[in-house]
């Protein structure tokens, strides 16, 4: 007689092939010119973006006011070096090199009176950047525990944008929240143990998969 689990089986695995196909085929609906791209290193803040407020009130908050910059906040370097990596693979030359980025922030770094959005413009100027790409972290908590068994699961939030230099608007932006659960608990973690083999991720791990699950909704890039 076969048993519950053994007649559930058939199902989990389609529902992990089809998962796994859906993130190998992405969809992009938009294009934009993008003469080159500086990535910003990522904001921490306090809270996750207030779904009430649109991405253009989140964008125009002052730095040291309700979107608190924290140069040492936890997470903050993963993302911004994640996805100066991964869209140095999408889209080559057009990305500023890291080593660029980071002599300006260094030398101008935010503003506590500025907004996000002029922060990015700022630094798109200084880099010699059409587009910023930068966001913000509101959470990156290690996992407690082994790639096998934890005792805590690795837990990541943050949201991204693309900020034209010249004016300041905003293309595209997404946002990853995501807490690991077993596959058990949460099937709809099935594409995420797919793509990174079954097991508990790190927290960089997990910003990783965050990073690329973002970036498959990132417009394709058209030579201006």
């Known amino acids: 007689m076969k048993t519950a689990r053994t007649r559930a089986l058939p199902a989990l695995l389609l529902i992990l092939l089809l998962a796994s196909l859906a993130q190998a085929n992405p969809d992009h609906t938009r294009a934009l010119e993008i003469e080159s791209l500086a990535v910003m290193p990522f904001a921490g803040v306090d809270k996750p973006l207030d779904r009430k407020k649109s991405i253009e009130e989140f964008v125009d908050c002052k730095i040291f006011g309700l979107c608190s910059w924290k140069k040492e906040e936890n997470g903050s370097k993963a993302l911004t070096t994640l996805y100066q990596q991964q869209l140095r693979v999408r889209i080559g030359h057009k990305v ?5 980025t980071a002599a300006v922030f260094a030398e101008l770094p935010p503003r506590g ?35 096998m068994a934890v005792e805590k699961p690795a837990s990541v939030g943050f949201n991204v944008m693309l900020v034209r230099t010249k004016d300041g608007a905003i293309l595209w932006n997404e946002e990853f929240d995501k807490t690991q659960h077993s596959l058990a608990d949460n099937l709809l973690d099935a594409p995420m143990f797919v793509s ?21 909704a990132f417009p394709e890039i058209t030579v201006p």
């Not at 990015?120 to 290690?142: D, K, P």
Request: hydrophobic share 40%; proline share 2%; aromatic share 8%.
């Open 96 to 100: 500023v090199p890291e080593v660029q």
């Open 113 to 147: 009176e500025e907004t996000l959005r002029s922060a990015a413009r700022r630094f798109g100027a200084e880099t010699g950047a059409s587009h910023v790409l930068t966001g913000t972290v509101w959470r990156y908590t290690e996992r407690v525990g082994s790639a």
């Open 196 to 216: 990174k083999g079954m097991r508990w991720l790190s927290a960089e791990e997990l910003a990783s998969f965050g990073v690329e699950k973002t970036l498959r």
